[in-house]
């Protein structure tokens, strides 16, 4: 049954459209529990009046620690009932990011699966310090042991004071429905890498993703026909997350998976007659790899693909021999995922080049000159900036990098390298600043520097990406503290316990000093520089690797 479209601008009241008109219809499939869109609702009713008794209410956040499950919808769909605002904190986070997260954001509540199969999240919480979690109020555990013991004494000091609450608790309440939502109000917090050592949070309302989501889903519904989404890219960030809303909007299945596994997720592709994914170019080689089927991955009609690791010419050489289409994207937590996106008809050289049209009839791209600051014409590369009704509210908090994000015209700054084809089209080329790009995400070299930095073996770093194999990595520059000799080892445990793993650097290169070049504005390093040494480096070990 196709849902009627009419406009709904909070996350409830999308919820409630779908359940009325396809509530027999599969909403979530998540390894051997299938439930449907009426279920869901209930669920998420009773579990926004049992979060309500922990005292979560209208703009309190929450922080998400939780890898994809059905939990993960639910109790996200229970906070927008409250009005409350959902964090996400990214699963791959470890000690100084997260406590920095939870902290900065002012969290009420923590959800979190303590001992997910992937990844001891008690073992990180016991490395951070009281302080992190002083505005915490109560922890929602998730667990999917069978004879769950309670985890209580097992949680770090700080958080055994808290109230301690199961999800299964939660979804056993009962009460009265809650719909404390308001269109324009903050419900989504995402965060992000720019130009700064913290990541930004960036906060979407209600409206803009309930919007976003019908357009997304008008879009993407010839592609996705009667059958599900797959989510195997986390609901933490925008891409897995709009996919999702999407999928509410089109009442269609989520097939969930907590973590990435190639082969299973070939299977789960196949089984649910799978049309359409979006996936990273590493995701995506993996998956070639799990299937010896040529073409590769037959039900899918194409993959929408970030090139984070590779050019995409390559990536998309890759899939092609193999049968598989890609098609170029453009997403960011400030405009959401699926921002823009190209289709799998259009002729191969247009087709796999990143950004595309515009989803929104609403949206506009232009790009601008940095040096002179005057719009461009289509065809010539600068800035890209965008309009359109899914653009965030503000930076949560952090009133100055909102007003030099936002000209005073609505157009947001990408801080992106593209050019346009039109007020509606446009080719993304590059980030015109440093950020790398690791893991999929994009990541400030500060974030990793100032936690060098904090080293005592390290006086100063600096840090850029080198593509090793099929992937793009981090390489520190490091310049040693006085009388002290840094261990490779020791700086990659050290990284290892308060990093996410795509961030610790592959190698940490000594320096005495960095190369430096003078400007009008002082003197600066030579980031283009490091990357040379970094990729020369990088070319002699693999050439002395091939000799042995």
Known sequence: MRVKQNKLNTIPAVLRNTAHLSGDSTAMIYESERISYATLHELVLNTSFGLSKLGIKSGDRVAFWLPNTSAYLVLYLACMQLNAIAVAVNTRFRSSEVADIVNRSGAKSLILWPLFRKVNFLEILSSIEDAAFSQVESVVVYSEAENNVSLKNQLPGSLQSK????????????????????????????????????????????????????????????????????????????????????????????????????????????????????????????????????????????????????????????????????????????????????????????????????????????ARNPENKEILPHGESGELEFKGPSLLIKYFEN????????????????????????????????????????????????????????????????????RV???????????????????????????????????VPVVFHYLDEFPTTKSPNGTKIQRAKLREIAETETQNQSTRASLR
């Open 163 to 366: 109230k301690l609450v199961s999800y299964q608790e939660l979804i056993s309440q009962s009460g009265a429905e809650i719909d404390n939502s308001s269109a324009d109000a903050g419900c989504n917090i995402f965060t992000t890498s720019g130009t700064t050592s913290a990541p930004k949070f960036v906060l979407h309302s209600h409206r803009s993703i309930s919007n976003h989501a019908e357009e997304v889903w008008r879009n993407l519904e010839p592609l996705i026909k009667n059958d599900a989404f797959f989510h195997t890219l986390p609901f933490c960030g925008v891409f897995g997350f709009n996919h999702f809303s999407a999928a509410l909007v089109g009442a269609r299945a989520n097939v969930i998976q907590s973590s990435f596994d190639a082969h299973e997720a070939v299977n789960l592709i196949d089984l649910h007659k799978v049309h359409y994914i979006s996936a990273t170019d590493d995701m995506l080689l993996a998956l070639l790899d799990a299937d010896d089927r040529n073409p590769a991955l037959p039900s899918l009609t194409c993959c929408g693909y970030g090139a984070f690791n590779m050019p995409p010419e390559e990536i998309t050489e890759r899939a092609s021999a193999r049968g598989l289409k890609l098609v170029g994207l453009y997403g960011m937590s400030e405009v959401q995922a699926l921002f823009a996106r190209r289709e799998h008809i259009q002729a191969d050289e247009q087709r796999y080049l990143p950004g595309g049209k515009l989803i929104s009839p609403h949206a506009s791209v232009r």
């Open 399 to 466: 009133d100055s990098a909102t007003e030099e994000l936002i000209r005073q015209d609505g157009y947001l700054k990408s801080g992106d390298l593209g050019y346009t084809c039109s007020t509606s089209e446009f080719v993304f080329q590059a980030r015109m600043g440093d950020t790398l790009r690791l893991g999929g995400y994009l990541v400030a070299p500060e974030e990793i520097e100032t936690y060098l930095i904090e080293h005592d073996s390290v006086e100063a770093a600096q840090v850029v990406a080198v």
């Open 469 to 503: 194999h099929d992937k793009m990595r981090a390489h520190a520059f490091i310049i040693p503290a006085e009388n002290r000799i840094p261990d490779q080892e020791k700086l990659k445990t050290y990284c290892l316990d308060g990093l996410a793993k795509f961030k």
